[in-house]
């Protein structure tokens, strides 16, 4: 017997970024999974993450509007300013 496919999960779910995080990420639509390997290939490109601090990331130019103006966020505040630019 065949099984029903699987509805998409939370992090396999296709949504669409803001244009503040779609400047990080790309404009099409993606997942939450999807979003947080691109921001965190962006953080390593630009060196982003704090030497003395590995947890926290720096915001530059481009990621201060995704980060609500902060200049810095932990990796886990990171995860809860992307939800809110992914609908």
């Known amino acids: 017997m ?16 803001s244009p503040a995080l779609a400047a990080v990420v790309g404009g099409s639509e993606l997942s ?3 979003a947080v390997s691109k ?3 962006y953080i ?6 704090n030497p003395a601090n ?4 720096l915001a530059d130019a481009k990621l ?3 980060f609500d103006g902060k200049d ?8 809860k300013h992307l939800a809110k ?3």
């Open 2 to 17: 065949a099984q029903p496919p699987k509805k998409p999960n939370g992090l396999q779910q296709v949504l669409k970024p």
């Open 64 to 66: 201060k509007p995704v």
């Open 44 to 49: 390593k490109q630009h060196n982003l993450q």
């Open 72 to 79: 810095k966020v932990s990796m886990f505040e990171m995860n």
């Open 54 to 57: 590995k947890r926290e990331i």
């Open 85 to 87: 630019h992914l609908k």
């Open 39 to 41: 921001i965190w290939a």
């Open 32 to 34: 939450r999974g999807d």
